[in-house]
């Protein structure tokens, strides 16, 4: 447990990517007392279900993500309005993700590693990418000053696993049930749509956990100029990975 409070902010594509890929870490976070908020760039109003409207979907989706997010005990979940399938990275999107963190301040955000076979997902990390990096230059002049993001870490999603690497191994043993409880107020996680999510990432979480002997874990990736680590000897009391 960090030493501090800490404020984690998870943005993803659609309503719905934070919830299955942050959704344990928040809900474990938010559990240890730490401020938690949620950014979805658009609602996923695209993937409806047959015979739907996208706009009345989307209203659905609205009250999914406000829901959950009370659940993982998040302090704001905000949707932007973005139309799904149609996010770009442009001077508009990444000023207004500027913006977002310099007013939010978070210390550590989580989002989609760059190798997704969804646009918006990876629109989203160059956004974020983009996005935080002139949130940190003072020389940027916008309303709020200038804010650091210090910690920056990928989730491990299904559609986003081209050369995506687990570097970390968080035991979230805790909040897998409060999390689950979550998940289930969407239609769609519930697997009532198309892909079954939920039994997806409950199984990964289980796998993830199996591999560092916890009952549940996730994973998250490290960009890529983070992984260097300066040491003046190599660690002993590094646990191995695979118990056996
Ligand atoms: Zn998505």
């Keep these: 447990m960090p030493d501090s409070k800490k404020h984690i902010l998870a943005i993803g594509g659609h309503v719905g990517d934070v919830e299955n890929t942050a959704g344990l870490l928040l809900t474990k ?15 996923g109003e695209k993937g409806h279900p047959p015979g739907r409207d996208h706009r009345e979907y989307r209203e659905q ?42 007013r939010l301040r978070p210390d550590i955000v989580l989002t989609h590693w760059r190798g997704s076979f969804h646009r918006d997902h990876r629109n989203t990390h160059e956004i974020v990418m983009e996005g935080g990096f002139l949130a940190a230059l003072p020389g940027i002049v916008r309303r709020d000053p ?19 690497e687990p570097n970390l191994w968080v035991d979230v043993s805790e909040a897998f049930e409060t999390w689950e409880r979550g998940c289930r107020e969407h239609q769609l996680l519930r697997g009532e749509i198309s892909f079954k999510y939920l039994d997806y990432y409950a199984a990964l979480a289980r796998k993830r956990g199996c591999e560092v002997g916890v009952p549940h874990a996730v994973t998250v990736s490290l960009p890529p100029v983070s992984r260097k680590r300066r040491v003046d000897w190599l660690p002993v009391d590094t646990e191995p990975v695979l118990i056996f």
């Design 146 to 164: 200038a804010h650091l993001i210090k910690g920056l870490y990928f989730c491990e999603n299904w559609e986003d696993m081209e050369g995506y």
């Design 29 to 43: 976070y938010a559990m240890a007392g730490h401020r938690t908020s949620i950014v979805h760039m658009t609602a």
């Design 61 to 102: 989706r609205l009250r999914e993500a406000e829901a959950s997010a009370k659940i993982f005990g998040a302090s704001e979940c905000l949707v932007l309005d973005h139309p799904d399938g149609e996010l770009h990275v442009n001077e508009a999107t990444v000023h207004e993700m500027c913006d977002l963190i310099r």
